[in-house]
């Protein structure tokens, strides 16, 4: 049990970052294993979550270096057919982006493999990938749980058929496990989305020199297309720098714009598959304006784009809100799958803005670290706010002189983005809460209360 106590905020000019990118550091950190060549990886996440995929590609035979405090990794590849079976059961931990991508890709080897997790992981539904990756020629069992097939799951390692899948969920997890697992199939894989979604492994195979197509399709998503390769391998980098995340930094973005500090964020990535809460935002009334001087005055959210890095575009982002009011509205539905990882703290800046958040057809929600529809409502209802659940969302009536009682005591459901959410209620109502578990914030973001405890006055 964690007591958390506020302190106050310092009003100035703080300009911080945040660690590196969740889902494209797990990406570099599988690819780079599946290369021939010695690749280094720069301010890698060292999360539990990417440090359990360091583990289960040193359990593949993949001899990986890393130093936790800088964020360097150094892999030697073992090349696309390199992998080695391994001794023991492969422990993603808490980890549903590790599971889906790393299953796709023991589908197609040659020896066989157990992938498991925590308590949460153990009840992930898991058909997503089974299906597709069956149509492929896989052969994974997994426990029946609930109408669905959960983890731990058991690969009988397979040759592979190339396939055309129309995802039925909109899941940048799924669409990646079934183009890793093209990787390794005979003939061409065809993905079709109809709700786009992030495409950090798009963008990582491209760099990568891999014949991948993407075609936009009438609707706002696209059909993605690999070839297999007989190698995979990194022209000219072989330092592969990670941009800061974005899903991390929009913690730090909500508590700006509901205290009014001034706050730059340094490099974040600003790939627009991840920076959707932006939009959604600017939706609301907050200002946003793209600028070459984010020193320069102004009322609302700049962001001065710099190099990109790995293909993702980059850049820095500075809150300084002073006369806008805080608005809520209704979150445009074919944005969700591009903020999914956001709803939390979303709902943080709902119960501080003016009028009703609505959030609907954000049923994945409830198949994520926690089923996050009832621990968002759970913790906002406890926090003082007035929620509605719904089967596929919540609204929220917000207030922008909301007050939290002291020393509620939230339980973040070892839900890593629902404590970081409960903990920016607290900082921003300088009001002290309790969280039962705070552990769990190290699954993304281990520094986090070293960077709040930056923001306050000195
Ligand atoms: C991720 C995709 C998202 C997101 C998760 C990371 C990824 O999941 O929620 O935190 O790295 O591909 P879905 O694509 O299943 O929604």
């Known amino acids: 049990m964690l007591k958390y106590q506020p302190k106050p905020l310092n009003p100035t000019t703080t300009i911080t970052t945040v660690p590196g990118d969740k889902s494209i550091s797990h990406r570099s950190i599988i690819l780079a294993s599946l290369t021939k060549q ?27 270096n890393y130093q936790k405090q800088t964020g360097c990794v150094d892999i030697n590849g073992v090349g696309l057919h390199g992998l080695k079976a391994p001794k023991t059961q492969l422990n993603v931990g808490n980890s549903g982006t590790a599971i889906r991508l790393i299953s796709g890709i023991l589908a197609g080897q040659s ?59 909109a899941s940048a997890q799924v669409k990646s496990c079934i183009l890793l697992a093209g990787l390794f199939a005979n003939g061409k894989t065809t993905v079709i989305e ?76 600003l790939n627009p598959t991840r920076s959707s809460l932006l939009n959604v935002l600017e939706g609301f009334g907050i200002p946003v304006k793209e600028t070459s001087d984010i020193t320069e005055f102004f009322d609302g959210i700049l962001i001065k784009r710099s190099a990109s890095t790995l293909g993702e575009p980059a850049g820095d982002i500075r809150i300084n809100i002073t ?50 529809i009832a621990t968002i409502v759970a913790m906002i209802s406890k926090l003082g706010g007035t929620i509605t659940e719904t089967s596929a969302g919540f609204y929220l009536q917000g207030n ?33 809460i309790q969280l039962l578990d705070s552990e769990c914030i190290e699954t993304s973001f281990p520094n986090f209360m070293d960077i709040i405890q930056q923001l306050y006055r000195t």
């Open 194 to 269: 109809t709700k786009a979604t992030r495409d950090h492994t798009e963008i990582m195979l491209k760099g990568m020199g891999v014949d991948i197509k993407q075609i936009p399709l009438k609707s706002q998503g696209r059909s993605i297309t690999v070839i297999p390769p007989k190698t995979l391998s990194y022209r000219n980098h072989q330092t592969l720098t990670i941009p800061a995340d974005f899903s991390s930094a929009a913690f730090l973005i909500v508590l700006a714009l509901i205290t009014k500090i001034d706050l730059t964020l340094h490099n974040i990535n």
């Open 400 to 432: 922008p002189d909301h007050t939290v009682s002291d020393h509620v005591c939230i339980d973040p459901k070892f839900d890593h983005r629902i404590a970081m959410a409960a903990i920016i209620a607290s900082v921003a109502s300088q009001t002290p």
């Open 38 to 64: 010695d690749i280094k990886i720069e301010k890698c996440l060292m999360s539990t979550d990417c440090l359990n995929t360091i583990n289960i590609f040193q359990q593949l035979g993949v001899s990986i």
């Open 111 to 169: 020896f066989n493999s157990t992938l498991t997790g925590d308590a949460s992981i153990q009840t992930r539904p898991m058909k997503r990938i089974i299906l597709p990756l069956t149509q492929m020629g896989a052969k994974i069992t997994g426990n029946d749980l609930h109408n669905e097939k959960c983890p731990p799951l058991h690969i009988t390692g397979t040759a592979l058929q190339g396939i055309t899948y129309e995802l039925p969920i």
């Open 323 to 372: 006369n806008t009011l805080l608005k809520n509205g209704t979150v445009p539905t074919e944005l969700i799958p591009l903020i999914i990882d956001e709803i939390p703290i979303l709902a943080i800046y709902g119960l501080f803005a003016l009028g009703t958040l609505t959030v609907a057809e954000a049923e994945e929600l409830r198949v994520k670290e926690s089923d996050r």
